[in-house]
Structure formats: C-alpha cells, structure tokens
C-alpha cells in the first residue's frame, strides 16, 4: 500500500509520479507518465510530495550570524535580495538548518508554486511537502551530475545544487569546477551519448586532477530520486502552508452534525413540551391554595397565603384561654397549709400548659407529700429536680391538669 506518491511537472500538461510504501520504498520499479485526468486517479485522497522544476528554484548558503531560528525571516530577505531576479516580496524561502550563524536554503517564486498546489488539490491530492527534484537526488559523497531529458541536474551537497537545460550545461560545470574540486564525482546520463558528452565538458583541470575519483552510469532522475522520510528542504510553510481541511471535515461530519441537530431539536421540544404542561400543574396548583385560602379568610388580599395562614394560626394559639389561674388556685391552698413548704418562683407555659414550681422545705419527705396531694386533687404532678443545701430542699415540680 502506497505511504505517499512523489509528483513533478514535466510540461505545461505532463506529469510524472511515482508511489512510495509505508515502508519508505519504492512501490514498483516504474514510474508513471500521464495528464492531469490520469495523474487524477492515482492522487485523489492520497498525501503526495511536489517536486518543483530545479531551474525554478535557487539554494545558497546565508550567515545571518544569529542562533534564533525565528529571525531568519527578518534577516534573510535582505542578504539575498541583490542576487535574486525575482522580488523578494514575490519569493518562498525554504530553510534548511541554522548552524553557527549560517543556513542553507532554497527559495522559488511563490504564486507560481501556489498554483502548482492547487492544480493538485483541485483532483483530490493531499500535498504534504512541496520540495525539488535536485534536492531529492540520493546524498553521494561528492558532487553529482545528472542528464536526463534534456535537462542537467547538479547536486553539491545536501541542501545544494541547480538545474539547468542541457544548451548551458557546459558553462555552468565549467564555472562550477572553478571551486575547490570534491574527491569524488559522479557523473550519470540517460543514454552512452549524453554520458561521453558529460565527460567532455569537465575542463581538463578536473580530468588531471591527481585526487579525484570519477565515476559513471547511466540512469534517470527516477533512478536517482532517494525516498525519505522527510524532505530535505521543504517550501509547504507561510502563505503555502497546508491549511486546515474544513470542507473534507464537513464532509466526513455533516450526517452525524445533522443526526445530532436533530436529535437535539427533539430534546429542546420535548423540554419545551414537559415545561409548558409544569406551568399549566403550577397554575392549577397557585388556583387550589387560592380557592383554600379564601375558605378561611373570604376577604382581603393575597399576598403569600402560606404564611398568611401560618400567623393567623399563631395569633389564634396565642388567643386561646390560660389555665394558669386554675392551676394556681388548687396547688396554693395545699402550700399554705403547711408552713415547712415554701414557694420560690414559678413559670407557667403557654404551648404545653403547665406550671413549673420551685419549692423549698425542711424535708423531701413533705415534697413527696405536696406532691400526692396535687394528684388527689386530679392533677399531674411530677418532681423533675430536687438538691439539698444544708437544712433545705430544693425541688421543681412540673403541674398539669389531667
């Protein structure tokens, strides 16, 4: 099963792409050739790697002389923007790694590639990386060079290189070779003819060079396109930046999101529904209290009945006849009568109508005596607390009528 598909414009309507596995291996030992109809079947939902055209795209190494990656932005456009045709303002930058003051980095016209990226999403085409083809090439330990359809393609180091048409070719590997020479070069063309034309335009300098290894095969670009797990400079950030896929989300979402709208459209109805039948009980339930409230009081405004009635039953409680003066009246005459009892205090309770007395006496005996006496006389009487302090009694007994 293919992991990603590697695509790069040939021509204004030919394409070329290749499958990779998730295993970071070629799917097949081909690579397909195809308008955009037939690129459209094999990219269609699937993450691709663009490989922008190298004579597009520029890389060069920049001392900015700082250690932070967020001011590369800043910095950069104005070191480069004397040797670049383009607008500075009009130009991707992709950044390679910042080390020691110094990054590598490859820049290309940015409406132009934007282009290139929609063209890709408008058949289906998720594109993850947008790269280029020389910077793909497999790393080799010197420089390489490349021809194939036409084209000559360089790569120097890691992040370094061009691409340039086979009509310049000689001059640009004749400027090239005016640097401090590789020990290694490999050289690669598409067909013998091409590769003994390679040969011919390294100057004789390079030829007679004591410490450099040549090397030669033939092959294509195909042939030396490396996959990888992360490209080596990689354009897809600011203005091409992937964006948040919202239309393939609704998409995926919109029969759940409707189902749940639904669902809760429902649930609001039937919470209006139970609401509206609770307010329908409630006033039926404010009409009986009223209607009962105006049985014991027929007059008068309501205002809150509850508590209305509650202090109309307390002023009635408090209204009601006191038995003290009974109480009174058949314990005073039993005290009297016998001149060792003395009464202290008393306090007579309303709610539970009874009389608490405080006795003193010479003897608990006389208050148990006192006590028999009430209850002939058909009262209750109970002896809650009684104490001794020196000679005297203390008592408090508890009255109520029977």
């Not at 598909?5 to 070629?26: C, D, G, Y």
């Not at 690129?39 to 060069?60: H, Q």
């Not at 509206?276 to 008068?300: C, I, M, S, W, Y």
């Not at 202090?311 to 009297?336: D, G």
């Amino acid at each position: 099963m293919a992991e990603k598909i590697l695509v790069r414009k040939v021509e204004p309507n030919l394409w070329q792409w290749r499958f990779v596995t998730a295993h970071n291996q070629w799917l097949t030992d081909t690579f397909y050739t195809g308008d955009i109809n037939l690129l459209a079947e094999s990219v269609a939902g699937k993450n691709c790697w663009l490989l922008l055209d190298g004579r597009t795209v520029g890389t060069r190494e920049v001392d900015v002389g700082v250690k932070d990656r967020k001011l590369l932005a800043k910095l950069v456009p104005f070191e480069i923007e004397e040797t670049v045709v383009t607008p500075v303002n009009q130009v991707i930058i992709a950044y390679g790694p910042l080390v020691e003051g110094v990054v590598s980095l490859a820049y290309t016209h940015e409406a132009k590639t934007l282009e290139l990226v929609e063209e890709l999403e408008a058949i289906g085409a998720e594109v993850q990386v947008v790269t280029c083809d020389f910077l793909e090439l497999e790393e080799r330990d010197g420089w390489l060079f490349l021809v194939d359809d036409n084209n000559l393609y360089v790569s120097t180091a890691k992040q370094q290189g061009f691409k340039c048409e086979l009509k310049t070719a000689e001059f640009f590997i004749e400027s090239l070779c005016l640097q401090p020479l590789p020990n290694h070069l490999y050289l690669v063309a598409d067909s013998p003819e091409n590769l003994i034309l390679l040969r011919e335009w390294l100057p004789n300098a390079v030829e007679l060079a004591d410490d450099l290894t040549i090397y030669e095969q033939e092959g294509g670009v195909w042939d030396l396109i490396a996959p990888k797990l992360k490209p080596t400079l990689d354009f897809r950030s600011g203005n091409l930046a992937r964006r948040l896929p919202f239309g393939e989300w609704w998409a995926y979402w919109k029969v759940p999101a409707i189902a749940a709208s639904i669902a809760f459209a429902l649930a609001l109805g039937a919470t209006w529904g139970e609401l509206h039948h609770a307010t329908v009980l409630n006033k039926q339930l404010f009409a009986e209290r009223n209607d009962v409230f105006r049985q014991v009081v027929p007059e008068g405004s309501i205002t809150d009945p509850v508590r209305q009635l509650q202090a109309k039953l307390q002023n009635q409680a408090s209204t009601e006849p006191s038995n003290m003066v009974l109480l009174i009246s058949k314990i005073t005459p039993s005290i009297r009568s016998n001149p060792d009892l003395k009464m202290t205090a008393f306090r007579y309770t309303q709610n539970n109508r009874n009389l608490q007395l405080n006795i003193e006496s010479k003897d608990f005996a006389l208050l148990e005596t006192l006590r028999k006496q009430l209850i002939e006389q058909g009262l209750n009487a109970e002896i809650k607390r009684s104490s001794v302090s020196g000679d005297i009694h203390l008592a408090q007994i508890i009255v109520t009528e029977s």
